[in-house]
């Protein structure tokens, strides 16, 4: 017997399944994390693969290529923002976005968003 961990948050799939387990007419619950995929509650069982994001855990989105959840980490949204793994866009107070950080020093001006002003200056982005 398998069901969703429903103590979990009921905005979005929970990211475990409670398996019930039993032997000699004595049964005990198991919690079994599913991460990064979502408890499916049709089935009450860890999902395997995925279509949308719904089917991944919080924190996790599916890759459509593969089929697979996979955790999503902070990534650059142009080249002044960086993306947080909740889809929020930060600005980057001038610098440049480099592999989903935003810098905090300049090596030349081609580092800051000149269109606003900034220039490199002794290793910061000044207006």
């Known amino acids: 017997i398998s069901r ?7 905005v979005r799939k929970s990211d475990s399944a409670i398996v019930t387990y039993c ?3 004595r049964c005990r619950d198991i919690v079994q994390p599913c991460f990064p995929y979502a408890c499916d509650p ?10 949308i994001n719904g089917d991944c855990a919080g924190g996790a989105v599916c890759n459509s290529v593969t089929k697979q959840c996979a955790v999503q980490g902070y990534s650059c949204d142009g080249d002044y ?10 600005y980057c107070g001038g610098y440049r976005c480099l592999a989903g950080v ?3 020093t300049c090596g030349s001006n081609l ?7 900034y220039r490199c200056q002794d290793g910061r982005c000044l207006k």
């Open 42 to 51: 049709d089935t009450g069982t860890c999902e395997l693969s995925c279509t």
């Open 102 to 104: 935003c810098q905090n």
């Open 23 to 25: 032997q000699g007419g």
């Open 81 to 90: 923002f960086v993306l947080t793994p909740s889809g929020q866009s930060a």
């Open 4 to 10: 969703c961990n429903d103590q979990q948050s009921n």
């Open 111 to 117: 580092d800051c968003k000149q269109d606003e002003g």
